[in-house]
């Protein structure tokens, strides 16, 4: 065989960058994700991402219907109380973030990271 030629059984079929790998979530999952959503805390699909562990394409709205069936169960389990989402602590808008992290966890995550803390 020739070295710089690749055999074509060994490829996969191309597929763009964040393209979706199936049928687009329906306009009622949609819905209902993002009331659901809402009613867990969050403001929106962005705001949502790292504690429901969504892809930076679905932080902009877009799912498949097996991806949106996926997070609405997590929603509903975690709604009757099987802790099935990860949810998000209530807090005021304005509020920082870093507010409910214990301070000890905290300065140890700061200081894994590289940074330097002082009590002021």
């Known amino acids: 065989m020739d070295p710089g030629r690749v055999a074509a059984s ?3 079929a191309p597929m763009p960058f964040g393209q979706q790998s199936g049928p687009p979530a329906s306009a009622s999952q949609m819905k209902e994700l993002s009331t659901l959503l809402g009613e867990a805390g969050h403001t929106d699909f962005r705001d949502a991402r790292g504690p429901m562990g969504f892809t930076q394409r679905q932080a902009g709205g877009k799912f498949t219907r097996d991806e949106a069936d996926a997070f609405l169960d ?10 099935g989402a990860a949810e998000a602590p ?6 920082p973030a870093v507010h409910h992290i214990r301070t000890d966890l905290l300065v140890a995550e700061l200081r894994r990271r590289g940074w330097t803390v002082a009590k002021p």
Do not use: F, I, K
């Open 10 to 12: 060994c490829q996969t």
């Open 90 to 95: 209530q807090r005021a808008p304005d509020e």
């Open 74 to 83: 997590r929603l509903r389990n975690a709604e009757q109380g099987e802790g």
